[in-house]
């Protein structure tokens, strides 16, 4: 049976993760209360980050600007978008 949780983003009981996406609170604190489309909703926004600001994993600051940019994403609120990009419409 599917784990399931009430999604802090989407506001639905949801599928969640199957473990931790990474060690300690935050990670827990993701695991309990983040979905599984969330989550994926988070890499693909990530990744697009990543490429058209051309952050540098490597980088201190790159990381802690995609850590900032989750905790937004996850919370609801206005976060960072690649310049020129429209959300397909649905």
């Given at each position: ?42 890499q693909k926004h990530q990744t697009m980050l990543i ?23 996850f919370a609801g609120e ?13």
């Amino acid at each position: 049976m599917t784990r399931t949780v009430t999604c802090r983003k989407l506001k639905q009981e949801l599928p969640g993760l199957d473990r931790p996406p990474f060690p300690g609170a935050k990670g827990q604190d993701i695991f309990e209360h983040i979905s599984r489309q969330a989550w994926e909703d988070w890499q693909k926004h990530q990744t697009m980050l990543i490429n058209e600001k051309r952050l540098n994993m490597m980088n201190g600051e790159d990381r802690k600007f995609l850590q900032t940019e989750m905790d937004k994403f996850f919370a609801g609120e206005e976060y960072a978008q690649a310049e020129g990009y429209v959300p397909p419409s649905e």
